[in-house]
C-alpha cells in the first residue's frame, strides 16, 4: 500500500511540474508584429518602446501598393510601445509627416506572464495615414480589428490640413478636430478617457498586423494582406 501511494504521489508532482514547465513555455510566446503597406505612398514607420521596453526596430521603410511588409517578434516578456506611420521621409530622417503631431498613433503592449495583448489606434496627436489593428493565431478572448480605413486628410477643415512640401501641396495630415475624426472612424480612440465601441480582451495572439491603408474593415483576414511566407514563396 505504501509503494502504491508513493507511486501516487510522484505522479502527481511529476504531472504538476510538467504543467508547470508547459505554461512556462506557453508564457514565453511572443507575437509576432506585421506591418503591411497598401498605400499608393511609401511608408517610414517607427517603432518606439516605452520606458522600460527594449527597442525592436529601426530604419524601417515599407513601399507602397502592398509591396512593404516586414514582421518582428516581440519580447517573451512585457513589452509596450507606439508605432507612427511616417510619410514623405528624406535624407536624414526628415519626414512631413509622423516626426511630430499631427499623426496616427498605435499603442501596443504584450505581457508575456498572462499572454495579453492590447492594441489601440489613437487620434487624439491627429490623423496622418489610415492605419487598421488586427490580431491572429488567437488563442482566446475579444479580439476585434480596431482602427481607421478612411482617409481623413480628404475630408479635413480648411483650417486644419497640413501640406506636404514634396507633394504638389496635398494635404499629407489633419489635425482635428476630435469629432470628425470619430464620426468618420468609431473604431479609434480620439483623445482622453475616449475608447473604441467594442470590447477587448485578447489572449495570446500569435500575429498583430498593423495595415496602412487596409481598403475596409473585415471580420475575418484583411483581403491582400501576405505574411512574410507569402513574400518567399512568391
Known amino acids: 500500500m505504501a509503494n502504491k501511494l508513493q507511486l501516487a504521489i510522484a505522479f502527481v508532482v511529476v504531472v504538476v511540474v510538467l504543467g508547470a514547465m508547459a505554461a512556462s513555455a506557453a508564457a514565453a510566446v511572443?507575437?509576432?508584429?506585421?506591418?503591411?503597406?497598401?498605400?499608393?505612398?511609401?511608408v517610414w514607420p517607427i517603432v518606439s518602446p516605452d520606458s522600460g521596453s527594449p527597442p525592436i526596430a529601426d530604419g524601417i521603410r515599407l513601399e507602397g501598393r502592398g509591396v512593404g511588409l516586414r514582421s518582428l517578434y516581440l519580447p517573451a516578456g512585457f513589452w509596450s510601445g507606439r508605432v507612427v506611420p511616417r510619410t514623405w521621409c528624406r535624407d536624414g530622417g526628415r519626414c512631413d509627416t509622423g516626426n511630430a503631431p499631427p499623426a496616427t498613433v498605435v499603442?501596443?503592449?504584450?505581457?508575456?506572464?498572462?499572454?495579453?495583448?492590447?492594441?489601440?489606434?489613437?487620434?487624439?496627436?491627429?490623423?496622418?495615414?489610415?492605419?487598421?489593428?488586427?490580431?491572429?493565431?488567437?488563442?482566446?478572448?475579444?479580439?476585434?480589428?480596431?482602427?481607421?480605413?478612411?482617409?481623413?486628410?480628404?475630408?479635413?477643415?480648411?483650417g486644419q490640413r497640413v501640406y506636404g512640401g514634396d507633394t504638389g501641396g496635398d494635404v499629407v495630415a489633419c489635425r482635428g478636430p476630435a469629432s470628425y475624426f470619430k464620426q468618420r472612424c468609431p473604431l479609434t480612440r480620439t483623445g482622453g478617457g475616449d475608447v473604441e465601441p467594442v470590447p477587448q480582451h485578447c489572449i495570446s495572439p500569435g500575429e498583430i498586423k498593423l495595415v496602412f491603408c487596409q481598403a475596409a474593415m473585415v471580420a475575418g483576414e484583411p483581403e491582400l494582406i501576405r505574411t512574410v511566407d507569402d513574400v518567399a514563396d512568391n
Do not use: W
Open 30 to 42: 511572443a507575437p509576432m508584429l506585421t506591418m503591411h503597406n497598401l498605400c499608393p505612398y511609401t
Open 107 to 158: 499603442r501596443l503592449s504584450f505581457n508575456g506572464a498572462g499572454g495579453l495583448a492590447e492594441y489601440s489606434v489613437n487620434l487624439g496627436e491627429g490623423f496622418n495615414v489610415p492605419t487598421v489593428v488586427s490580431p491572429h493565431a488567437i488563442g482566446g478572448g475579444m479580439c476585434p480589428a480596431l482602427g481607421c480605413t478612411a482617409d481623413l486628410n480628404a475630408g479635413c477643415a480648411a
